[in-house]
């Protein structure tokens, strides 16, 4: 049974390799385009996506929002 997925969620541009390696890219180029995929991403839950790499002004976008109970482990890329 495979286990909890990881997503990559930020500007395109920055995240265009990340599909190429099987993870599920969530392309947001505003900070609403941020947080509603976030919010997405977080009612799915973590059985099915553990981890998400986000880029630097997409972890600005969500702020304390990353750490709340329930949400994913993160990463930022560097800028």
Excluded: Q
Excluded at 35 to 61: E, F, K, M, N, P
Excluded at 71 to 76: E, F, G, Q, R, W
């Amino acid at each position: 049974m495979p286990g909890p997925e990881v997503a990559a969620l930020g500007e395109p541009a920055r995240l265009a390799g990340f599909a190429l390696t099987g993870v599920t890219v969530h392309a947001a180029e505003t900070d609403d385009e941020v947080r509603a995929a976030w919010s997405a991403i977080v009612a799915g839950g973590t059985d099915r996506i553990g981890a998400v790499v986000l880029t630097a002004r997409a972890a600005a976008a969500l702020g304390a929002a990353r750490s709340a109970p329930g949400s994913p482990l993160t990463a930022v890329m560097p800028a």
